[in-house]
């Protein structure tokens, strides 16, 4: 035996005291070294054992000793031994062999070694049902009722962050959740019509589908909670068989001897029922019956926020699919994917809008937007916006007039929202894109070879802000051209994209094009693998891309034709049309001609604004034999003449122009109207 210092010894068994016994007292002795546990006969009687039951050891008395009680005693020796004590003692229920419980008092006197180590716990055991209220068992009843109490308080403090269901019945099912209850398996049924939905099942493994789904009407005490509004309270086995033989081929597998089902009561009306399972025997108390009431109310408070979030949120996307297109059309020359992604706030509802418009000979008009909020409010603002902008597009108005109309019908509105929005109208046939922007992310173009930049788009004013003064009768939102070869992707999204928790916006953005950059060529991937990038982690905004891929390889020569409305008085409509001139004329080979086409374009278009009370349209086309032939209409039937201009006239120059630069021109009837035309070679590549 180990040197035990100058303590003196005692024998091993302690011998008991017989006035001890007298008094009903038992005793023990505890070898902490070799584990054993010994119990002398009035012991056994208190804790409700025969010599036969106990086999020596601790682990002995665990079939009195309920576990959460057992914790609680070990934590009380374990925290004596570390602080040096020679003495502690602890009240703690005991399970008695009728599953009923008794209150249960224990005094330990420690005894060391020369080192101040522990080796052995001499003690006294003692039936405490009958104490007065002493401070020791009134200390023991108040650690029970503050455990229990703080159990609530944790259960609800968690549950408040709880927005759906699946978030409550993840709460509820951890295992250290059923630990804090004293449980080993929770049940969450919900309420459906006249039926229960069990949701949650946790720890047991008892999930049957037979019972997903109960009738409230059943014998199930799930369902008779509902019904009654009532807890019900099994405190035995037999209870279980006896109440409810329709469920007990369920339970009789599992190491389940007591339950309590409680109703999940909001606003009056039952909306669930809330099952816990205990390994542990006996009627509850009325402090634990009082508790699990606080607690089910709590879970169903919780529940009810879930419930109608998710209501709402089902509302909040049924509103926002009406809102986008229902479909994306086919368009021929182009691969194109959208996606949406709702805010994970509020009702799940935002602003954001896509859309692919078709205008036609192989043209094609994309956009996204992004309207102020998070509400219904901002998602019926993107309705109409988007379907105004697709209204003027479809009108044939240029990208410019249409942003600066949609702006104004914002305004209009009176909603004190702005929105922002990028449109780009896409000629498939040439490449041609013509971009405008309203306050809204600058797009990026990846090309075949897998480079990627930002097209610089000077932009406008975001919509509905009030309309600045301008010089002439511009609109405001000047269009930029570039060019989309045959494998390029120009990519459109709203900042919900970019935006990353805790980061500037230029860190996102270069995310973001790395991800382009090394992204799959299917546009559907490419799209997938953005969204990916954001995840859960997004700043809580909603998200909105779209992708365009322009088809195949460089065609036949032989495209367009371009078109641009003229309209009197309207600065805006030359100056994009001189735009499209040049990028056509870039696209289609000629480049070294663009300021000849540019300005013979430009002479017949002044004429037809000049001469005309109409206005009128120019066109522009690359025919099979490799001329580009550019058109202006207008309505007037009286045919332009080309006549000799003075030295100091400052008009009557233009048809001469137009004859010293183009290869050819002409005149031809067009309806009440005219069409002048004039055509530039373009050699072969």
């Not at 005149?667 to 072969?684: N, Y």
Request: with cysteine; charged share 25%; hydrophobic share 40%.
């Amino acid at each position: 035996m180990a040197d035990r210092g100058d303590s003196p010894e005692v024998e091993w068994p302690a011998r008991p005291d017989l006035s001890l016994a007298l008094n009903r007292m038992g005793t023990f002795d505890w070898d902490l070294d070799g584990g054993q546990l010994h119990l002398d006969p009035t012991a056994l009687e208190v804790f409700a054992l025969r010599a036969d039951e106990f086999d020596g050891t601790p682990a002995g008395l665990r079939s009195r000793v309920p576990p959460a009680e057992e914790a609680r005693l070990d934590a009380r020796v374990a925290q004596a031994l570390k602080d040096g004590r020679s003495e502690y003692g602890a009240y703690f229920r005991m399970r008695r062999p009728d599953g009923s419980s008794r209150w249960t008092h224990i005094q330990g006197h420690i005894r060391r070694d020369a080192s101040g180590r522990p080796y052995r716990i001499i003690g006294v055991v003692r039936d405490a049902d009958l104490d007065p209220r002493e401070p020791g068992a009134h200390g023991e009843a108040d650690e029970s009722r503050l455990r229990m109490t703080g159990v609530v308080e944790r259960t609800t403090a968690i549950l408040a962050h709880a927005r759906t269901v699946n978030d409550v019945t993840d709460i509820l099912t951890d295992p250290e959740a059923l630990g804090h209850l004293g449980a080993v398996s929770v049940m969450l049924g919900v309420v459906d019509g006249a039926r229960i939905h069990l949701v949650a099942e946790g720890q047991l493994g008892s999930y049957v589908p037979e019972i997903e789904y109960t009738r409230i009407d059943a014998e199930f005490p799930m369902s008779v909670a509902v019904r009654t509004m009532r807890p019900v309270l099994l405190a035995s086995r037999e209870e279980f068989e006896r109440r409810y033989p329709m469920l007990w081929p369920y339970i009789e597998p599992l190491d389940v001897r007591s339950g309590v089902y409680l109703p999940l009561i909001a606003q009056g009306r039952p909306i669930g029922a809330l099952g816990l399972l205990y390994t542990r025997e006996g009627d509850f108390t009325a402090e634990e019956r009082n508790v699990l009431v606080a607690l089910g109310s709590g879970i169903a408070q919780s529940l009810q926020r879930a419930i109608l979030f998710e209501q709402e949120h089902d509302l909040a996307e049924g509103l926002q699919r009406a809102m986008l297109p229902r479909r994306i059309p086919a368009v021929a020359g182009a691969q194109i994917a959208v996606r949406y992604r709702a805010a994970r706030m509020g009702r799940d509802i935002g602003g954001d809008w896509y859309d692919v418009i078709p205008l036609g000979a192989d043209r094609v008009g994309v956009m996204v937007g992004d309207v102020e909020g998070h509400d219904t409010d901002a998602a019926a603002v993107m309705g109409q916006l988007r379907i105004v902008m697709r209204a003027y597009v479809t009108e044939g108005h240029t990208p410019g007039t249409a942003m600066a109309r949609a702006s104004a019908f914002l305004r209009e509105l009176e909603t004190e929202r702005f929105a922002t929005s990028t449109y780009a109208e896409v000629d498939l046939g040439t490449g041609l894109v013509r971009l405008v922007r309203a306050g809204h992310l600058e797009p990026v173009v990846r090309r075949g070879d897998g480079t990627c930049h930002r097209v610089a788009v000077a932009g406008g004013l975001p919509l509905g802000l009030p309309a600045p003064a301008l010089t002439g009768s511009g609109s405001g939102y000047p269009v930029t051209t570039l060019e989309l070869h045959p494998g390029d992707t120009l990519l459109l999204c709203t900042d919900g994209l970019i935006e990353r928790p805790g980061a500037d916006l230029d860190r996102g953005m270069g995310e973001f094009m790395t991800a382009v950059g090394t992204g799959p060529t299917d546009v559907e991937e490419l799209a997938d693998l953005l969204c990916d990038l954001v995840g859960d982690s997004g700043g809580g905004d909603d998200m909105a891309l779209l992708v365009l891929r322009r088809r195949g390889s460089p065609g036949p020569r032989g495209s367009g034709p371009l078109r641009q409305h003229l309209a009197p008085g309207d600065p805006e409509g030359p100056a994009t049309a001189r735009h499209l001139v040049r990028a056509a004329a870039a696209a289609w080979g000629a480049p070294d001609r663009a300021d000849e086409i540019e300005l013979a374009a430009d002479e017949l278009m002044t004429n037809a604004l000049v001469h005309t009370q109409g206005g009128g349209e120019v066109s522009l086309r690359l025919t099979t034999d490799g001329r580009i032939r550019v058109e202006v209409e207008d309505t007037s039937s009286a045919l332009p003449r080309r006549r000799e201009a003075g030295d100091w006239a400052v008009s009557g120059r233009g048809l001469l122009l137009v004859d010293q630069l183009a290869d050819a021109w002409g005149v031809e009837p067009r309806g009440g109207g005219k069409c002048v035309w004039c055509e530039f070679h373009v050699p072969p590549a």
